[in-house]
């Protein structure tokens, strides 16, 4: 276990059990927050990368796949 994760659990401990389910909900928003921002990422590039891909040079160096 990394001396964070060791760290977070430490805190936690400390913790009254009444603030758990804080702790849970703000662990569920930085998953969720995660998650979302990688696909954001990948439709933002695909504009400028669909420049490239659409060159006459593109299609000529995939044509043999």
């Known amino acids: ?3 964070v994760k060791e760290e977070i659990i430490s805190e936690l ?3 009254p059990p009444w603030t758990y389910g804080e ?3 703000f662990i569920r928003f930085l998953k969720s927050r ?3 921002a990688a696909p954001d990422t990948a439709l933002a590039s695909e504009p400028v ?3 490239d ?3 006459p040079e593109e299609e000529e160096a995939w044509s043999d796949l």
Request: charged content about 45%; glycine content about 0%.
């Open 13 to 15: 401990s400390d913790l």
């Open 1 to 3: 276990m990394t001396n």
């Open 53 to 55: 891909w659409l060159r």
């Open 34 to 36: 995660r998650r979302k």
């Open 23 to 25: 702790v849970l909900d």
């Open 49 to 51: 990368l669909r420049k």
